[in-house]
Structures are given as C-alpha cells and as structure tokens.
C-alpha cells in the first residue's frame, strides 16, 4: 500500500518537474509555479516563472497557454511580462481566477507607471472569465508619503496582433488597460467597471497604433470610455455601452506644443447613458498635427451632457490655457444617426479656434431633444464649416443641405 503511494509521488514529482521545464508541453498553470491564490500572498514571482517557462516553449509544440485557475485570487506587485526572448508562435494567457492589486498605496512595492505591463510580445491572446481588479480606491483620495503618482493597470506596448477578450477589469486607479505601439489588435466583451466618481479611470487608451478593433463590450467608468490619442489610426470602435464616463473621446491631441495626430476613425452602434460626453474630440491649443477622416454613426443617447462636442481649447477642466496661434487641425469629421437626449442645453459643441478652425464636418439624420421637459436645446458653434441635413437642433456654422449622400 506504502509502495504505491510513494511510487505514486515519486511519478507524481517527475511529472511535475516535467511539467515546470516544459518538455512536451503546452499548457502552465501558475499553480505549478508556487503561485498560492489566496488573495494575500505575492504570486508575482511565480506568474513570472510561468510565463518565463510559457515563452521558452518551442513552436513545434504549438501555443504555449499560461492558466490562471478559477476559484483562487491572486495577489500581484507590479509585473513586467516581457516576450523579447520569445518566439513569435505567441502566447496565450487564460484568466479565470481574479488577479488584484495590494489595496493599500503604500504596500505597493515602488512607483511605477502601470501595475501589470505587456511588452515586446506578438501574438498574445489574452481571453477568460476571470477578473483583473486594481483596488484603486484607495488611490483615488490618497496622500501619502511616497507620493507615487497612480498607476495605469493593464498596459500593452509592442504587442502587435493582440487580442484581448472576456474579461471584467475593475477598479484601476488610474486608466484600465492601455495600449500603445501596437497594430493589429482585437478587443471584445469586456466589461471594465469603475465609478462615476473616480478620477483619471480611462477605460481604453490607444496611442501610436493601429488596425485597432474594439467591440461588443461595457465601459463604465469615472473618465473617457475610450481615448484615442496621438498616432490612432484606423480603429474601429462598434457596440460599446458607454456610461456613466466621459464618452468616447479622440484626444487630448497637442499637448504642451507637440505635434500629435489621430486619424482614421469609425465609432459605429454605441450607445453613451449619463455620461458628460458622447462624441467628443479634443485639443490643446499651441499644438500642432491632425484629428481627421472621423466618423460616429448610429449612436443613442440617454441623457448625455453633451452629446457631440469638438473642443480646441481644451484645457483639462481649468479655464487658464493661454490662447495660441497654433492648433491640432480638425477635419472631415461626419455624425450620422444620433437619437436621443441630451440633459444639457447645448446638445451639440463645435468651439474651434480663429485658426485653423474646423473644417468639412458633415452632419445627417441626428435627432437630439432634451432630457428636460420644456427645456429647448440648441448648437454652439464657432469657426467650423461643413453641411448639414435633417438635423436637430440646427448647427448655425454649417452649411444646411438636401444631400442625403456623404463622403468621408
Ligand atoms: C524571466 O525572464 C526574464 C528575461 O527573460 C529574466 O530577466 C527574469 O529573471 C526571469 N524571471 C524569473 C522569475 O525566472
Ligand atoms: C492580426 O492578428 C490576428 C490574431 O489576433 C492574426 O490571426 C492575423 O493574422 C493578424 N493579421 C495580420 C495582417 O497580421
Ligand atoms: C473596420 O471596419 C471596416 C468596415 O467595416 C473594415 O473594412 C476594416 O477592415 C475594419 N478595420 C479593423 C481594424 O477592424
Ligand atoms: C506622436 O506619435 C508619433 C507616431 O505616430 C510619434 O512618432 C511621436 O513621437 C508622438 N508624439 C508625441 C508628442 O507624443
Ligand atoms: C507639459 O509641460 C509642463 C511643463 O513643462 C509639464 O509639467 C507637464 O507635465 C507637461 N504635460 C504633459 C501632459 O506632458
Ligand atoms: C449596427 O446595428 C445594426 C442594427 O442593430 C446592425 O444591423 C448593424 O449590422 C450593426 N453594425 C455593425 C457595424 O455592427
Ligand atoms: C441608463 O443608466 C441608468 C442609471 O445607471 C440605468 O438605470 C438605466 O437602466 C440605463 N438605461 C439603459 C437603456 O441602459
Ligand atoms: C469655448 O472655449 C472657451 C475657451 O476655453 C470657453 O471659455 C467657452 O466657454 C467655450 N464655449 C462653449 C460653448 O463651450
Ligand atoms: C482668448 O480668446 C478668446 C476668444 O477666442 C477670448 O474670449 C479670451 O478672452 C482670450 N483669453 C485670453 C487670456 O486672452
Ligand atoms: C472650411 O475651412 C477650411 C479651413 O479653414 C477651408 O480651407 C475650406 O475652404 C472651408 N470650406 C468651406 C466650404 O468654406
Ligand atoms: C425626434 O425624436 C423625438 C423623440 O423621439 C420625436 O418625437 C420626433 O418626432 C423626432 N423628430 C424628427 C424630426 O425625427
Ligand atoms: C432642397 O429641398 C427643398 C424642399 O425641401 C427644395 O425646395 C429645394 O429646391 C432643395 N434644394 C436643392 C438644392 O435640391
């Protein structure tokens, strides 16, 4: 009975130590790494011992799967995963257990810029049911004495065809998941959840990127849904419930003088509930480059602020952004098919700068009328040329027109 009991472990520990060098195979369960899950103890040292392994993985062997186990919790100091030594067969990370952040600021092991960074990997696939949650809140009214600014959570940077999907991304204290450097990425049912009220807690930022695909997910969070920053181009945004938050935003583009650009843009079937704003692109003035070719269509509406909005002087909430000669160039951008409400009385923004203003914005079948009874909406508009069609509230700047056709 004893004998085969030991024969038993000692099969057991061989096939385990295989299982840690990874001959044969294909699958690393952190588990198997010395990650414990009990939500208290630091698993980051064995996270990393599984994906290190996971990357060694030769391609005849197939895609190398790191397994984050349901039912467990795992406690995570800022980690750096990095796949410079990788091959380019990729990896695939499926998350089912929740991965958190240390609650307290201070126990948090040095200042860094995201918790949980990606780097230098092609063909990641991360994919799961499980939970990324960053405990931010904390953060969001904390002075301490380290005085380390708040960290982005998830960040992907280099990581061309990535594909991230399933997950519920909670509480980050600042933005959830940041992407820059990076073509070709997929981005699907996600639900990322953080409060009205938090401050900075972006849902997605992309940056200097493109071929971005992001989809059939629910942002619900204290800052912009999505952001698409300098050097977004081609993304296409689709079936995104945005609320509360402040909407789906290309910019802050110019930035302290810089040249910075999006273009490129489609946001298609979103719907924005409660939130400050809907479409939205903004710029500082003093900058210089682009936001251009630019489109939102069938897009609802439930009591936004403002709705559709372009503002040139942005200034981050303050009001003393010196006026400039300079500014991000803001062009060929088109509305079609808003329906909905508004809970301000201006439904619709267009305050450009004297130079270089606005220029061909096209507006068609938009229907925005107060989520306050007896209350009239109306549209600002300063410096922006273009057309519009079967639009209400009429846009004064813009060009009324019957022309049912559009180009972008
Ligand atoms: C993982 O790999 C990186 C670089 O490839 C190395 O610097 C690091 O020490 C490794 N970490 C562990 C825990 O094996
Ligand atoms: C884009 O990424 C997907 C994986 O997400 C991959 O299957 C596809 O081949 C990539 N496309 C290109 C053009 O590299
Ligand atoms: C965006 O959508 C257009 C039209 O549906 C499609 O042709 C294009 O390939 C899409 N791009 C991405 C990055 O998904
Ligand atoms: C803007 O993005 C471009 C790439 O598209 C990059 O080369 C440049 O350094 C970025 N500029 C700033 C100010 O971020
Ligand atoms: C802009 O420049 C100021 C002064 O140099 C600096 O404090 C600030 O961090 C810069 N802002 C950004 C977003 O780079
Ligand atoms: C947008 O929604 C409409 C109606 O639900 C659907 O017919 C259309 O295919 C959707 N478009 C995209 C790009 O998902
Ligand atoms: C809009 O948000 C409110 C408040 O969160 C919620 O009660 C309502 O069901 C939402 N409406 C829709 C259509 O999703
Ligand atoms: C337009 O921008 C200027 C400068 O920031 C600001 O003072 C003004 O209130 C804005 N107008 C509207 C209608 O938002
Ligand atoms: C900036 O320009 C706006 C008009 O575009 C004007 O109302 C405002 O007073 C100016 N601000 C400063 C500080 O010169
Ligand atoms: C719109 O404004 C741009 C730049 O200010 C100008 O080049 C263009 O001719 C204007 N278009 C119309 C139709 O006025
Ligand atoms: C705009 O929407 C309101 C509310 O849904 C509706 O009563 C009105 O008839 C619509 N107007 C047009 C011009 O479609
Ligand atoms: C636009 O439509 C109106 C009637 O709705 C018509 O009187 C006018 O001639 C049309 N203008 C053009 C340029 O087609």
Same mark, same amino acid.
């Given at each position: 009975?004893?004998?085969?009991?030991?024969?038993?472990?000692?099969?057991?520990?061989?096939?385990?130590?295989?299982?840690?060098?990874?001959?044969?195979?294909?699958?690393?369960?952190?588990?198997?790494?010395?990650?414990?899950?009990?939500?208290?103890?630091?698993?980051?040292?064995?996270?990393?011992?599984?994906?290190?392994?996971?990357?060694?993985?030769?391609?005849?062997?197939?895609?190398?799967?790191?397994?984050?186990?349901?039912?467990?919790?795992?406690?995570?100091?800022?980690?750096?995963?990095?796949?410079?030594?990788?091959?380019?067969?990729?990896?695939?990370?499926?998350?089912?257990?929740?991965?958190?952040?240390?609650?307290?600021?201070?126990?948090?092991?040095?200042?860094?810029?995201?918790?949980? #960074?990606?780097?230098?990997?092609?063909?990641? @696939?991360?994919? &799961?049911? $499980?939970?990324?949650?960053?405990? =931010? +809140? *904390?953060?969001?009214?904390?002075?301490?004495?380290?005085?380390?600014?708040?960290?982005?959570?998830?960040?992907?940077?280099?990581?061309?065809?990535?594909?991230?999907?399933?997950?519920?991304?909670?509480?980050?204290?600042?933005?959830?998941?940041?992407?820059?450097?990076?073509?070709?990425?997929?981005?699907?049912?996600?639900?990322?959840?953080?409060?009205?009220?938090?401050?900075?807690?972006?849902?997605?930022?992309?940056?200097?990127?493109?071929?971005?695909?992001?989809?059939?997910?629910?942002?619900?969070?204290?800052?912009?849904?999505?952001?698409?920053?300098?050097? #977004?181009?081609?993304?296409?945004?689709?079936? @995104?419930?945005? &609320?509360? $938050?402040?909407?789906?935003?290309? =910019? +802050? *583009?110019?930035?302290?003088?810089?040249?910075?650009?999006?273009?490129?843009?489609?946001?298609?079937?979103?719907?924005?509930?409660?939130?400050?704003?809907?479409?939205?692109?903004?710029?500082?003035?003093?900058?210089?480059?682009?936001?251009?070719?630019?489109?939102?269509?069938?897009?609802?509406?439930?009591?936004?602020?403002?709705?559709?909005?372009?503002?040139?002087?942005?200034?981050?909430?303050?009001?003393?952004?010196?006026?400039?000669?300079?500014?991000?160039?803001?062009?060929?951008?088109?509305?079609?098919?808003?329906?909905?409400?508004?809970?301000?009385?201006?439904?619709?923004?267009?305050?450009?700068?004297?130079?270089?203003?606005?220029?061909?914005?096209?507006?068609?079948?938009?229907?925005?009328?107060?989520?306050?009874?007896?209350?009239?909406?109306?549209?600002?508009?300063?410096?922006?040329?273009?057309?519009?069609?079967?639009?209400?509230?009429?846009?004064?700047?813009?060009?009324?027109?019957?022309?049912?056709?559009?180009?972008?």
């Amino acid at each position: 009975m004893s004998y085969v009991l030991v024969s038993l472990l000692i099969f057991y520990i061989i096939a385990s130590s295989n299982f840690s060098l990874g001959y044969g195979q294909t699958t690393f369960n952190v588990l198997d790494y010395g990650a414990v899950g009990n939500g208290q103890i630091d698993d980051s040292k064995a996270f990393v011992k599984a994906w290190n392994a996971s990357c060694l993985t030769k391609a005849s062997k197939g895609t190398p799967t790191l397994v984050i186990p349901a039912e467990k919790t795992f406690l995570l100091q800022p980690t750096i995963f990095s796949g410079s030594s990788s091959s380019n067969i990729g990896v695939r990370v499926e998350i089912l257990g929740k991965i958190v952040a240390p609650k307290n600021p201070d126990a948090w092991k040095g200042c860094v810029e995201s918790w949980l #960074s990606f780097g230098d990997v092609t063909n990641l @696939i991360i994919y &799961g049911t $499980g939970e990324i949650n960053g405990q =931010g +809140s *904390l953060w969001w009214s904390y002075v301490s004495t380290v005085q380390c600014p708040r960290p982005k959570a998830l960040h992907f940077s280099k990581c061309n065809n990535l594909e991230l999907s399933g997950l519920t991304h909670v509480d980050s204290p600042k933005g959830h998941i940041s992407i820059t450097h990076s073509n070709n990425v997929t981005i699907s049912n996600l639900h990322i959840r953080a409060p009205q009220t938090s401050p900075n807690t972006d849902g997605i930022d992309i940056s200097v990127s493109s071929h971005v695909n992001i989809h059939d997910s629910i942002i619900e969070t204290g800052d912009d849904c999505i952001a698409l920053n300098n050097g #977004s181009s081609f993304i296409n945004i689709t079936n @995104i419930a945005c &609320g509360p $938050g402040h909407g789906i935003s290309v =910019g +802050s *583009l110019g930035v302290n003088g810089s040249y910075q650009t999006a273009e490129e843009i489609y946001v298609r079937n979103c719907s924005f509930n409660g939130t400050q704003n809907g479409a939205r692109i903004k710029t500082w003035q003093g900058g210089s480059g682009y936001a251009r070719k630019i489109l939102f269509e069938h897009i609802t509406l439930i009591a936004v602020n403002h709705p559709i909005i372009i503002d040139q002087h942005y200034c981050n909430g303050r009001h003393d952004c010196a006026n400039a000669t300079r500014a991000v160039n803001v062009s060929d951008v088109t509305y079609n098919d808003f329906q909905g409400t508004s809970s301000s009385k201006e439904a619709i923004v267009f305050n450009c700068t004297q130079t270089p203003g606005c220029s061909n914005i096209v507006m068609k079948q938009i229907n925005i009328t107060s989520a306050i009874q007896s209350q009239n909406i109306s549209a600002y508009c300063s410096n922006a040329n273009g057309t519009f069609s079967t639009t209400v509230p009429q846009v004064p700047c813009l060009l009324k027109t019957n022309s049912t056709s559009f180009n972008l």
